[in-house]
């Protein structure tokens, strides 16, 4: 049943959009050009999913007309960086779980602690990571470092490739945020012209660099509210500041399972692309 | 064909499923005897991260007003003995500084209270992520310190109690900062033995479990001298 899903959404979407076409550089063939409007048009038939599948399976396969073209997606540092803030980030969480055990409340000792679902629960070994408090402790100020030394590898990357013009949400994307919106409500029959990301994904992608960026700066004000007092009142006072860091766990969290979903079932082709770099699937008109 | 497009599709999800899968794995795990001494041994870099970098010799912490004070019977008080450890003879007790020193010293109370006095009410930060304000008067550290003049040898201080061997290592630039103080009053009154009387260690720029009550002496040593809670894992610099 999944199986043809992918193949029906992309003959409603615009390959063919003169906004949206692929430039010839990232496509690894001369005959690729022109190969992205004939995709569009092998899309709309459903029926030839075992025939796009066999043009995947030949490696370096010269995109031909029927076949979906071989792009290059993304930098092989923003794979690294991708995977390891992956892993990091659940070695983060872990500890950080573990560390919460610890004093299960936020607000100054004898109250009123600020609203927490988990106020005064334990969270269970399973998702901890550290055994005990100085475990905890030690794994998350040892997972910090290469947390933010890769996320700003990130970031220095986006800012000098001038690869963020493709991915940060600024207010003109609004309006193109709605467009997208109405679009996936049906309301709108035309997919909107987008580059690499469309307006929703920008969104989602800024904010999820932003939460990032605030968790390490929370972190730092909870590390050390003394020495860095300033940083501790602009989150409002430790206590806050330590409130914010654990609600980012489960903006993370929340991000992390749309994320994934969407990956899974509308563009499993996107996986690959964020492992080897090369995509093949429904939207090389992106790249 | 539709077969294999599922399988390859199906490796997709296995891959994903591993990631978590390894890290569940792995919960509640220190490190063992492989990784933990490593963990350790970042945990090292980070305190010299944090006493060279972020560490600043006079910076204040801040300070609050009084009616901010933690209601005195929330405030947290830890001890490893129980019952909480008393001084038999008061008139007894001293405190002895001794170690890499030119002058040891072996003060009685009354000689601490008649140094300089320094009063703050600031926040106390638990290790466990908890915080309480109170008022703390005592006199610097520094002041001591200048008594018995360290040696050029002298680089850690390490301050022992009569708490079942609770004791602490500290590092110079922490026992020099002007908030670091032998405190004898809490809340404006003396020290109730449950925060550590008759003398105790306390700056608002360390972990509670950094700031030894029921004190009986401080030696200076060249050695880093480890300490109860930092034997056992815990951030051996513990600042805040």
């Given at each position: 049943m999944s199986d043809n899903d992918p193949e029906r959404p992309a003959a409603a979407h615009p390959e063919g959009d003169a906004a949206a076409a692929p430039s010839a550089a990232t496509v690894p063939s001369a005959a690729a050009a022109s190969s992205a409007a004939a995709a569009s048009s092998a899309a709309t038939a459903s029926s030839d999913a075992a025939l796009a599948d066999e043009a995947a399976a030949v490696p370096g396969a010269v995109a031909a007309a029927g076949k979906r073209p071989l792009v290059h997606r993304h930098h092989w540092l923003v794979r690294v960086t991708h995977w390891a803030n992956a892993v990091l980030l659940a070695g983060m969480i872990g500890s950080g779980l573990q560390i919460y055990n610890a004093f299960g409340h936020f607000g100054p000792r004898g109250g009123p602690y600020y609203p927490n679902p988990f106020d005064g629960k334990p969270f269970p070994l399973k998702v901890r990571l550290g055994g005990w408090l100085a475990g905890g402790l030690n794994w998350h100020f040892a997972l910090a470092w290469p947390f933010v030394l890769t996320g700003a590898a990130y970031l220095l990357y986006m800012a000098i490739s001038g690869e963020w013009r493709s991915l940060l949400f600024r207010p003109r994307d609004v309006p193109r945020a709605i467009a997208m919106q109405l679009y996936y409500l049906r309301l709108r029959k035309q997919h909107p012209p987008q580059g690499k990301h469309n307006a929703l994904q920008k969104g989602a992608y800024t904010f999820i660099l932003l939460l990032g960026v605030i968790s390490v700066l929370s972190g730092f004000a909870v590390y050390k509210p003394a020495q860095l007092s300033w940083l501790t009142a602009l989150f409002g006072g430790y206590e806050l500041a330590r409130y914010w860091h654990f609600w980012a766990v489960f903006l993370f969290l929340a991000f992390t399972l749309v994320h994934v979903t969407l990956v899974l079932v509308?563009?499993?082709a996107s996986l690959r692309a964020m492992i080897t770099g090369w995509y093949r699937g429904r939207f090389p008109s992106h790249d | 064909m539709t077969d294999r497009r599922l399988s390859r599709r199906d490796l997709f999800r296995l891959g994903l499923a591993a990631g978590p899968a390894s890290l569940l794995a792995s919960c509640g795990w220190d490190g063992g005897p492989h990784l933990g001494p490593k963990l350790h041994a970042i945990s090292k870099v980070n305190d010299w991260v944090g006493e060279k970098l972020f560490l600043s010799a006079d910076r204040l912490a801040p300070q609050y007003p009084r009616s901010q004070r933690t209601a005195p019977r929330d405030f947290p008080a830890y001890s490893i003995s129980h019952p909480l450890p008393v001084v038999a003879d008061p008139a007894a007790w001293a405190f002895e500084v001794k170690g890499l020193v030119a002058q040891p010293q072996r003060l009685t109370l009354a000689m601490i209270q008649a140094l300089p006095r320094v009063t703050y009410t600031v926040k106390h930060h638990c290790v466990e992520g908890w915080t309480a304000i109170a008022t703390w008067a005592g006199a610097p550290l520094a002041s001591v310190i200048a008594l018995a003049q360290p040696t050029a040898a002298a680089r850690f201080i390490r301050f022992d109690s009569f708490d079942h061997g609770y004791f602490n290592g500290w590092d110079l630039k922490s026992a020099m900062h002007p908030q670091t103080i032998l405190a004898y009053a809490w809340n404006d009154r003396p020290l109730t033995p449950a925060h550590g009387a008759p003398l105790r260690l306390y700056a608002p720029?360390?972990?509670?479990?950094?700031?030894?009550?029921?004190l009986t002496a401080m030696t200076f040593t060249a050695e880093q001298p480890g300490g109860y809670w930092e034997n056992q894992g815990y951030p051996w610099l513990g600042g805040v």
């Open positions: 509308v563009d499993p | 720029i360390k972990l509670g479990y950094k700031l030894t009550k029921f």
